[in-house]
């Protein structure tokens, strides 16, 4: 079961982190940091390869199967590390482009880590337009003129109860016009909603928890008044 | 006596007799035991000459071994000392006597830049310069003296291990500071490696202060192979406990009273002796109270001492105790204090220390004149403190000692140790599984965790080799290695137990100067506007840059729980104590009412009014709002949270110290099933913050009260709270998995440490057989908390489980609710949480309102 919330006109937020633009047949997901663990192995770190090309690409294809969309696009950062591809990270994320499937096209906006272009896929500097929507890495400063879609950003927020339980969960973000998808990669890093609105454009910004496929809105406001 | 000095080489004898006089009792049953090389194990108090007793034995064999021409190059003793301040003591144990020694045999002496002495003597700690590492190679000494960290780093050197052929003896010194922890347990593997480096296996000598259970420890020295002879001897004049209150007539005073009667404590000594000592148990005591004290004795020298100090500090402080400038020094560690410190009648500790060990090696520094006893004098800073210093100075006073525990088989300190073993030689791996069988720690070590924390250094889930970028082993043909030359440069960079998380500052708006640290991942946690505690204080969290995050002064009750790592629990034997201490108190009380008390307290502990009159009135509040009950009565008291009213608090008086509670309080939350749950913990209570619907009823209690099964509910109630996660940043640094230092420190690096609690919720749940995943489980239950403790009590409770409603938190329960929430556990899924908030956010509201109804399908 995959809930969603739609936050505009064709525009909807999947409990699965990714937005799903139903009249465009398409699913957006951002920062998928493609071959963190062998980045994280080059710096003497162990992490078991629980997030490899493959895995993740498998499970992009099935979202997008269960949205029934036909494009998947990347709002960025793909590939995790900035240093120039290897054949190790080439082959991960041949592996991922792979396991998403020949019938479901690919689209990769470039991300700050996606230096060196996309190895797979279509590849777009700067913004791709997807009918009224525009797909972005970096959030805008200023309020856009159409709805856009992002990432980078990584937010997460800290959800507490009344007995002082708290959990802490990837979110997205929506503005005006503008919405921040929350990391896809589960080893990506995180910040919270309250240090990131500084850099987002003025304005009342509502979080929406994401977690196994629920996502909710539970009243989550944060803002920044011009200082 | 006579004996013993017969033993003695001659030389060494008419340096004895000439200097002492005579030998002390330890060193009169030691130094035969070594001079027939047994395995010996001295137990006794500070001050008793134990590091002497153990050099004067082996120094009298090198220089019979010299004079008869058979001195060989090449290691012959290692002494190993836990203490960051090994020069002074080493230098009055060691070095001075053998250059004494030397003079009357007309040779050289062999410190320093001697390299042509007969018998040299070197260091190597973690302050030793590379040139002075170099001479260790080039020009080997005689006794190396180091310690554990530095040990396994030259273990795992290829131009040091042949040094280690000729050892002899092994000396160990502190014993009793390490053998309860994952330090003792890679000092232990440490030995094993050094016996089996060693032509023959050399004899062990270990030196602990007072300490508990001896055969536990002996085991720990010496492994499953060895039997050691225990020497154990007590001062036969008792030391003298003072207990002082700081109460003046008040339950809680305010801190100002409290400065001063530590204040007029010091300045009693500070005339008379050399040096005046006093401990506290926080680093942040130290620093506050060494400044006061700086301020009241402006025309002596103050200063405080503690392990966070740079390195340049902490020598400069060792320096002028040694020479007896400094008058008064505050610390919190009396580790570090293996220095020289003179005469020093009475040792003041403020606040308990919490452990009858702690609080006699503390005291242990004071009166070593051969007239004097050793004196302590301790200062209850509040009332439960006051309780429980007189529970700890009776205590001290029977040699009633908390027992040390070894942690058993840690694979954390395993899979560093096996990357050691493998950055100097091929191992086959049943030799090495036999080595490290040998160190008690891991005598029930299985052989198929040895492989799994093999399989993981050397990656092998990956099946391509070349795409094994971490391994640091290679696995083959029933044998390993290191995988290149970098790991044995990993291994020296990030050799030890001792794990640091990164720290957050936390300041004041417009403050120069922070107020102290927490942890980032605490940080991580916090919205503009929560409340914590810091100091005693509550502040509210206003934004965070970088690594300072920026608060407001705050009334009220902290609103989000406040890990309190850094707090020293009680020992199970202390907390006990006053559980019993309250019961007794209760006794007088019920015959004799509030005279009743007072008269016990000025009889039993010769404390005065206005302090009895307090005390005994804080009983006689307590039992008419609710009687207190006996230490091994289960008793819970409930009340509404007056913050608010969907909550009511659910608290249990019990006398076990934190560690037991703080597992007894995760079981009965993870026996409610569902919902979430605010946890408070302390030395005598634990409480939980229930919402009202889910509030206790009689016929629940006999099942959450229930010891049977207790250890797994524990297990699968740390699961769900973020006690994992932060245990979890140790144990991957431990065990390299997430390593401190990596050629030179990369912030990728930096930034995996501080995702440590992210990357632990990912691999626990695809991974939940990975060693370091197993070793955290291990550390959390074994070693953190305390279950085999609360089992105990629940089995003497056997249904006694009684509940009250009462109108408010009662008076001794006071301290527990004011420091607030300090964990708290989701008992459900993490989506499950999502959606019961939303759900109670839509009843709450209404539909509509800001309250998106959104949750569809997506067929």
């Known amino acids: 079961m995959h809930g969603w919330i739609e936050i505009a006109s064709g525009l909807r937020l999947t409990g699965d982190g990714a937005a799903w633009l139903p009249d465009e047949k398409a699913i957006v997901i951002a920062d998928v940091h493609v071959g963190y663990e062998l980045a994280a192995q080059r710096r003497g770190g162990y992490l078991p390869p629980i997030h490899r090309g493959a895995v993740v690409g498998a499970r992009v294809r099935a979202i997008a199967l269960a949205h029934h969309a036909e494009r998947v696009i990347v709002a960025g950062d793909l590939r995790h590390s900035t240093r120039d591809i290897d054949a190790f990270e080439r082959a991960e994320l041949q592996d991922f482009a792979r396991a998403i499937g020949g019938d479901i096209a690919l689209d990769v906006v470039l991300g700050n880590h996606d230096r060196g272009g996309a190895v797979v896929g279509r590849e777009t500097s700067g913004t791709l337009r997807v009918g009224p929507f525009d797909i972005g890495h970096v959030p805008p400063t200023v309020v856009p003129q159409r709805w856009t879609i992002c990432g980078h950003l990584h937010p997460r927020v800290t959800v507490r109860d009344e007995t002082g339980v708290s959990a802490r969960y990837p979110c997205a973000l929506a503005g005006d016009h503008v919405a921040v998808l929350p990391a896809f990669s589960d080893w990506a890093g995180g910040s919270s909603v ?21 996502i909710t809105d539970l009243d989550i406001v944060i803002g920044r008044e011009v200082a | 006596m006579r004996r013993a000095l017969g033993l003695l080489t001659p030389a060494v004898r008419a340096w004895v007799t000439d200097t002492f006089g005579v030998l002390t009792p330890p060193q009169t049953a030691a130094i035969p035991a070594i001079h027939a090389g047994e395995h010996v194990l001295i137990s006794a108090p500070t001050g008793t000459g134990k590091t002497l007793a153990a050099f004067l034995a082996v120094l009298s064999e090198l220089v019979t071994a010299h004079q008869t021409g058979s001195l060989g190059e090449g290691v012959q003793a290692v002494y190993i000392s ?76 290829a131009s040091m291990t042949p040094h280690f052929r000729t050892v002899r003896w092994v000396i160990v010194d502190e014993v009793h500071a390490l053998a309860g922890s994952k330090r003792g347990v890679h000092l232990a593997l440490s030995l094993e490696r050094l016996g089996a ?97 700086r301020e009241r004795f402006p025309e002596h020298d103050v200063a405080a001492h503690h392990s966070s100090l740079a390195r340049e500090e902490r020598l400069d402080v060792e320096e002028r105790l040694r020479a007896g400038t400094l008058r008064v020094v505050v610390t919190s ?52 403190d006051l309780l429980e210093c007189l529970v700890v100075s009776d205590r001290c006073r029977a040699g009633e000692l908390d027992p040390v525990r070894v942690p058993v088989a840690p694979l954390d300190v395993l899979a560093q140790q096996l990357v050691g073993m493998a950055a100097v030689a091929r191992w086959r791996d049943d030799d090495a599984y036999a080595l490290v069988r040998r160190a008690a720690s891991y005598a029930t070590l299985s052989r198929a965790d040895f492989d799994a ?244 009823t009689e016929d629940t209690l006999a099942r959450l009260f229930d010891p049977r099964d207790l250890r797994a509910d524990v297990r699968a109630a740390v699961a769900r709270s973020d006690l994992w996660g932060r245990r979890f940043r140790a144990v ?93 556990m989701l008992l459900e899924e993490r989506d499950a949480f999502l959606r019961r908030l939303w759900e109670q956010a839509v009843a709450a509201s209404g539909v509509g309102a800001g309250v998106a109804v959104a949750v569809g399908v997506a067929g």
């Open chain 1, 194 to 214: 309250g240090r990131l609105v500084r850099s987002l454009p003025v304005g009342a910004w509502r979080a929406y928890p994401v977690s196994e496929g629920v």
């Open chain 2, 82 to 157: 836990p203490l960051r301040a090994l020069g002074a003591d080493v230098q009055r144990n060691l070095e001075r006597p053998l250059a004494e020694i030397c003079a009357r045999l007309g040779v050289g002496c062999g410190m320093g830049d001697d390299d042509t002495a007969p018998i040299r003597v070197a260091q190597r700690t973690g302050d030793t310069t590379p040139a002075e590492r170099r001479r260790l190679i080039t020009c080997p000494p005689h006794v190396l003296v180091t310690t554990p960290e530095s040990l396994a780093i030259m273990l795992s050197t």
């Open chain 2, 197 to 293: 480096a060693a032509a023959s296996d050399p004899v062990r000598v270990g030196l602990s202060a007072t300490v508990a259970p001896l055969d536990e420890v002996a085991r720990w020295l010496c492994g499953t192979r060895r039997t050691p002879r225990i020497v154990s001897w007590r001062a036969p004049r008792d030391a003298v406990f003072t207990v002082q209150s700081a109460l003046a007539g008040e339950v809680v005073p305010n801190p100002q009273r409290v400065q001063r009667a530590v204040t007029q404590a010091v300045a009693a000594r500070v005339t008379s002796d050399r040096t005046t000592l006093v401990f506290t148990n926080t680093r942040g005591a130290t620093e506050r109270l060494a400044h006061r004290l």
């Open chain 2, 333 to 384: 560690t009396s580790l570090e204090l293996g220095i020289d410190i003179g005469t020093v009648d009475e040792v003041i500790l403020v606040s308990s220390p919490r452990d009858v060990t702690r609080a006699l090696q503390r005291i242990g520094r004071s009166g070593h004149r051969i007239d004097r006893h050793p004196r302590g004098r301790f200062i209850g800073t509040g009332v439960d």
């Open chain 2, 453 to 696: 924390v093999l399989d993981y250094l050397a990656d092998t889930s990956e099946t391509m080799e070349e795409r094994r970028v971490y391994a640091k082993l290679v696995r083959e043909n029933g044998a390993f290695e290191a995988r290149g030359r970098s790991v044995a440069t990993i291994f020296y960079q990030n050799v030890g137990t001792i794990a640091g998380g990164a720290s957050v500052r936390i300041k004041p708006r417009g403050a120069s100067a922070p107020i102290g640290t927490v942890e980032e991942d605490f940080l991580e946690q916090l919205r503009p506007g929560d409340r914590f505690l810091l100091g005693g204080r509550v502040w509210a969290f206003m934004y965070a840059q970088g690594m300072t995050a920026f608060v407001a002064p705050a009334t009220g009750r902290p609103s989000v729980p406040r890990w309190a790592s850094e707090i020293l629990p009680a020992t199970p034997g202390v907390a006990w104590g006053v559980g019993a201490m309250r019961a007794r108190l209760r006794d007088a009380f019920v015959i004799g009412g509030v005279e009743g008390v007072a008269e016990l307290l000025a009889d039993r502990y010769e404390m005065a009014a206005p302090d009895t009159t307090a005390l005994a009135e804080y009983v006689a509040t307590q039992h008419a709002l609710s009687p207190v009950p006996d230490p091994d009565e289960v008793v819970i008291e409930r009340w509404t949270d007056p913050d608010d009213p969907r909550v009511v608090v659910h608290a249990v008086t019990s006398p076990l110290g934190r560690r037991a509670n703080d597992a007894l309080a995760r079981a009965v939350a993870s026996r409610l099933g569902k919902g979430s749950v605010g946890l408070m913990v302390d030395d005598q209570a634990f409480a939980l913050r229930v919402p009202r619907r889910a509030a206790w």
């Open chain 2, 732 to 824: 991957a640094s431990i065990g390299l998995m997430l390593v401190k230092n990596y050629h030179g420190r990369s912030k990728f690096v930096g930034a995996m440490q501080m995702n440590a609690r992210r990357i632990w919720s990912v691999l626990e749940r695809e991974r939940p057989d990975f060693p370091l995943v197993r070793e955290t489980y291990r550390t959390v239950l074994d070693d953190d908390l305390d279950v085999p403790t609360a089992v105990a009590w629940l089995e003497r409770a056997a249904g006694r489980v009684t509940m009250r409603d009462l109108e408010g938190p009662p008076p001794f329960l006071f301290r527990l609710v004011a420091a607030g929430t300090t964990d708290s």
